[in-house]
């Protein structure tokens, strides 16, 4: 998803597209807002996984070692069987390891920038999600309060329908009434 889609779809939103595009400054508060919305919905919702095969040394693996900084690390396969890991604060340490190891983390997403993309691949976050959090960031920048209230129930509302939808073994069990 492009970062210019959702600033010009949050700009529609919040009546900004008066003219073909928001001025700077306003253009400059919906990325910022953009920033902070994506860093958050990928550190408590979405996070951004990614699994790498590392060398683990003696049953180590160093953080500088991972293509990407891990937030945290959420399993580590080595021999097509799992393997028990504490984390350190320069690697990880596993128990069993062979000489390499796949390990699954998440990672922090990069900063945002117009021209770019989100790093979200194949489902990822819908816009509408990216779309309102921004227009809460927004507002709150602005100082209209209840306008940010307004959009930031939105936001919550659609990141509540998107994470129902995506848990596994969800259903909307069926009505039954009695005549």
Known sequence: MLIDDILTETAKLLG??????PDEEQRQKLLTGLKHVI???SEFCFP???TERLKATDGFIK???FERTPISVRGVVSDDRSVPFKRRFDGI???G???EAAVTYSFAPRTPEIGGETEWQ????PMRILEFGTATEFCLMCGLEDDAAMWD????????DAVFLRAPKRRIRARRWRL
């Open 16 to 21: 900004l597209k008066d003219k073909e595009e």
């Open 39 to 41: 860093s958050e919905l």
């Open 48 to 50: 951004l996984l990614k």
């Open 63 to 65: 953080y500088s070692d």
């Open 93 to 95: 340490e596993t128990e």
């Open 97 to 99: 390891a062979s000489d």
């Open 122 to 125: 194949g489902e990822g976050v």
């Open 153 to 160: 129930k939105r936001y919550r509302d659609a990141i509540e």
